[in-house]
């Protein structure tokens, strides 16, 4: 196929999705799920247009899923705008850290029980399909800065979080793969850099960032009158804390989880500080951005409340629409190669993962939590795997990871998360339904008793 043709199917392929967005939302299968089966056509498997080898190209690959990565972290980020004392902040760091090293850890005895695979690689397996993704778990996610439900929050800010603990875990299963000794002084260089430094410094980066940028971005607008769109501001941020992080060796991907965070803390402290006849107070709780019409960008009287909620709107905008171009490819190139990595033990071990050791570490770690039975079962369940797992094994496999072994482990994790977005794409709609309709059944129950 020739460049015309590539762009005619593109252009096709993304014209059928919007024109069929209504059905896909009330359909069984996600939009996502509809990506994988276009790759998958086009792929070897079908139509063999086109072949795509993600370790083949690692370095490549790498890249791109990072860039997708910091796109979906920072927007998930700035969609967060419970205060950090709200128990679902609390709930998403077990999740992100407990029950993740709890993951991991029953996932790297799974595999080395069921394969024979050596510790390192039966750990690099582990650290690779723990993470829950945030790139595909839009259905799951916050849908805006005003969802406080307590699931899609605990799950956001898991997905936002749990790269501070696996990814980690990935770079010390590479280096006893590559022939690290686990001395003393081994362990402690990893503990004390690659895990407390690359988690507090990210963090404090991306955060710091987030915040003095978005205060810069408001006063500048609001001194200048300064109307215009300003899209890429949402790049610049993910593309500053990201780069900044890794430059200090810290996690490049909290940095661009904690920008967003702290881009929506600088709009929290201009609504809190707002004079009244900026703000009237029925919007005093409101989020800036909602206060503001983008398609009237006049700022008149609003003074920096108007400022911020331009800057937050603008970033939100850009930042969604740069994650689900991305996402979309992304899952189309999974769809295509595929047909090279298919193995059928990863299903096994796909069931493993989603039916006893994600919902029993889930379980484990939010004990104490006074989260509802239904709840924790939920989020046990909604795990879902995706962009994140790509990205770790173009990272194995640019520092050192190799061999037939190891390419066995690629293509069961390649499997394992093919089925996780089938499987809970599939399973999703249904249950956040049910969840719905369970949820007002007893709100109407509580107003007529």
């Known amino acids: 196929m020739g460049f015309l043709a590539w762009t005619a199917l593109t252009g096709g392929l993304l014209l059928l999705m919007s024109l069929s967005s209504s059905w896909i939302h009330r359909g069984p299968v996600t939009s996502f799920g509809l990506y994988l089966i276009a790759g998958i056509i086009i792929g070897p498997w079908v139509l063999d247009l086109t072949r795509v080898d993600i370790?083949?190209?690692?370095e490549l690959a790498a890249h791109i899923t990072e860039i997708t990565m910091a796109a979906s972290l920072f927007i998930t980020g700035?969609?967060?705008?419970?205060?950090?004392?709200?128990?679902?902040?609390?709930?998403?760091?077990?999740?992100?850290?407990?029950?993740?090293?709890?993951?991991?850890?029953a996932m790297t005895l799974v595999i080395h029980t069921l394969t024979s695979f050596n510790w390192p690689l039966s750990l690099a397996f582990a650290a690779i399909i723990a993470p829950t993704d945030p790139v595909l778990a839009s259905l799951i996610s916050v849908n805006d800065a005003r969802d406080d439900d307590s699931l899609r929050v605990a799950l956001s800010s898991e997905a936002g979080m749990n790269d501070g603990s696996?990814?980690?875990l990935l770079l010390l299963a590479v280096l006893l793969f590559t022939g690290q000794q686990p001395d003393a002084h081994f362990l402690a260089h990893w503990a004390i850099v690659d895990v407390i430094w690359a988690i507090g410094m990210g963090l404090a980066v991306g955060f710091l960032l987030g915040r003095m940028i978005g205060v810069l971005a408001t006063y500048l607008r609001n001194a200048n009158?300064?109307?215009?769109?300003?899209?890429?501001?949402?790049?610049?941020?993910?593309?500053?804390?990201?780069?900044?992080?890794?430059?200090?060796?810290?996690?490049?991907?909290l940095a661009a989880f904690a920008a967003g965070v702290g881009l929506r803390r600088a709009e929290l402290g201009f609504i809190r500080n707002a004079p009244a006849e900026h703000l009237p107070e029925d919007d005093r709780c409101a989020p800036a951005e909602e206060l503001v019409n983008p398609n009237v960008r006049a700022i008149g009287d609003g003074g920096l409340v108007k400022s911020v909620g331009l800057v937050v709107s603008d970033a939100l905008f850009f930042g969604d629409t740069i994650e689900r171009l991305l996402a979309a490819g992304m899952v189309i190139v999974l769809g295509i190669t595929l047909a090279d990595h298919w193995n059928s033990y990863g299903l096994l071990l796909a069931l493993i993962l989603f039916f006893i050791v994600r919902p029993l570490a889930v379980w484990l770690a939010t004990i104490g939590t006074g989260m509802p039975r239904i709840r924790r079962l939920l989020i046990g369940w909604l795990g879902i795997r995706g962009i994140g797992s790509i990205n770790y094994i173009a990272f194995a496999w640019v520092h050192g990871m190799g061999g037939e072994e190891a390419r066995t482990m690629v293509d069961m994790a390649l499997t394992l998360v093919v089925t996780s977005i089938v499987v809970h794409g599939i399973t999703v709609t249904p249950l956040l339904n049910w969840r719905t309709a369970r949820l007002s059944a007893r709100q109407q129950d509580k107003e007529n008793g």
């Not at 370790?55 to 690692?58: A, E, S, T, V």
């Not at 004392?85 to 090293?101: H, I, K, T």
């Not at 769109?229 to 500053?240: C, I, K, T, Y």
């Open 55 to 58: 370790i083949g190209q690692p």
């Open 78 to 105: 700035l969609k967060l705008r419970l205060p950090f004392r709200d128990n679902s902040w609390r709930v998403g760091f077990r999740l992100a850290f407990p029950a993740m090293l709890l993951t991991v850890g």
């Open 166 to 168: 696996a990814l980690p």
């Open 225 to 253: 009158k300064d109307v215009a769109p300003n899209d890429f501001l949402a790049l610049a941020l993910m593309a500053l804390s990201y780069a900044a992080a890794q430059y200090m060796d810290a996690s490049g991907f």
